[in-house]
């Protein structure tokens, strides 16, 4: 059975910074590109970050993010620094193979930015 399970999410003041994790188990997680989306109420899922061959950021994120993984650890993080109000959403991580069918997404944490 595929999971992917997310942790690190929270409430964090302005400027601050949040280190997001996603651990997968039951695939092989070198063979797959990893991904951070986010979701707001009314707006559209946003990519935030993939890593496949090369790094892709959203360009909201360009410069205050970054993605990294650890095949070791079956682990891909997202560290967030410099976050905005604007980051408020639920952060999901995705685990695919592109041109395949191995889809696999989180469940998502909430991530909230708030004085």
């Known amino acids: 059975q595929v999971q992917l399970v997310e942790s690190g999410g929270g409430l964090v003041q302005p400027g601050g910074s949040l280190r997001l994790s996603c651990a997968a188990s039951?695939?092989?997680?070198?063979?797959?590109?990893v991904a951070w989306y986010r979701q707001s109420p009314g707006n559209e899922r946003e990519l935030v970050a993939r890593?496949?061959?090369?790094?892709n950021y959203g360009d909201s994120v360009k410069g205050r993010f970054t993605i990294s993984r650890d095949n070791a650890k079956n682990t891909v993080y997202l560290q967030m620094n410099s976050l905005k109000p604007e980051d408020t959403a639920v952060y999901r991580c995705?685990?695919?193979?592109?041109?395949?069918?191995?889809?696999?997404w989180g469940q998502g944490t909430q991530v909230t930015v708030s004085s």
């Open positions: 995705n685990a695919n193979v592109q041109g395949s069918s191995f889809d696999f």
């Open positions: 039951g695939i092989i997680f070198s063979a797959y590109a």
């Open positions: 890593m496949s061959r090369g790094v």
